[in-house]
């Protein structure tokens, strides 16, 4: 590779998304090209230079850019210590060709809050094994820079009421091991995946991916507890591979699954150790006096976040 370039790409396993490509690059100019798919392109660092259409553009600040497909542009550096981008190739599932020419008239997109929504859905996509989530945030931005580029035509449509988002919640429930593709949950609740995801949002004050996850950590407390080993645990509560359960172990508990049990088996062998010394229940009144701390799991009283779960 090139002094001072870097570049990783992938194709997620995300309908809608042919290609996430990651490059540093300091010197390195693109020549005049086109794709046959939707380019968008954030930057992290420097100023990407570019012409679409026989049209300068550059991408400073929090701009979002979207090149479409079949129009030819090229880029370049446009300072001395080059850029660093993040990109994502969309197919025409998610804009189709009429939204080509509001593309070409205002590539470069000023807003906050889709740079945001686009950093998000980079971040989901490579841990490569969140794709609900990675679903969910997509929805999200489709139907933002369908707003952009078509703001007059674009009608306002009334959102998905609380009906919908319990019956994604009993759905996700019923998938929680073989999960379910927002696009399939939204053809079931004859519900827009946009919609889908804001309404399941607003009535549960959770997202539906970290719901799905808060479940199945929850089963898998239950299972390490059991004896089971973290690997049959990942592969018998819907994670992508026991890497992946450590890491939304880790970020919920605190700990990983391993030590969990570990501290978990000491806390609860040290009061019976001292009922057979002293010969009655130590001060506190119950042999098992093992700390407890809030999971999401299920739902008590029809809300997801009144749950509870032994440690």
């Not at 300091?26 to 049209?55: E, F, K, S």
């Not at 090149?67 to 025409?92: E, M």
């Not at 889709?114 to 490569?128: E, F, I, K, T």
């Not at 049959?232 to 700990?255: I, M, N, P």
């Amino acid at each position: 590779m090139v002094a001072g370039q870097e570049v990783s790409a992938w194709r997620p396993r995300v309908p809608g998304i042919a290609e996430v490509f990651h490059a540093r690059f300091t010197a390195h100019a693109y020549p005049m090209h086109v794709h046959d798919v939707w380019t968008l392109l954030i930057v992290d660092d420097g100023v990407v230079r570019y012409d679409l259409n026989r049209r300068e553009h550059g991408t400073p600040g929090d701009t979002v850019s979207l090149l479409p497909p079949q129009v030819p542009h090229n880029g370049s550096p446009a300072t001395p210590h080059g850029f660093r981008k993040r990109v994502l190739y969309l197919d025409l599932t998610q804009l189709d060709e009429s939204f080509i020419g509001a593309a070409v008239d205002g590539p470069d997109l000023v807003d906050p809050l889709l740079r945001q929504r686009v950093g998000q859905l980079h971040a989901a996509l490579a841990d490569r094994a969140d794709e609900l989530e990675a679903q969910s945030r997509l929805a999200l931005i489709r139907e933002r820079l369908r707003t952009h580029l078509r703001p007059r035509s674009v009608t306002r449509t009334r959102p998905a009421g609380p009906g919908v988002a319990h019956g994604l919640r009993d759905l996700l429930d019923e998938r929680l091991v073989q999960g379910v593709t927002l696009d399939e949950a939204a053809g079931l609740l004859h519900a827009h995946p946009a919609h889908l995801v804001r309404a399941f949002s607003g009535a549960f004050g959770i997202a539906p991916h970290q719901y799905l996850t808060a479940r199945r950590l929850d089963r898998a407390r239950r299972l390490l507890l059991e004896g089971r080993s973290p690997g049959e645990v990942a592969a018998a509560t819907g994670f992508y591979d026991q890497s992946h359960l450590t890491r939304s172990f880790k970020r919920l508990v605190g700990t990983t699954p391993g030590r969990f049990v570990r501290k978990h088996g000491d806390e609860a062998t040290a009061p019976a150790t001292a009922l057979s010394r002293t010969g009655h229940v130590p001060r506190g009144g119950s042999v098992e006096n093992t700390p407890r701390e809030a999971v999401g799991q299920g739902r008590t009283d029809g809300h997801p976040g009144a749950t509870h779960a032994s440690a």
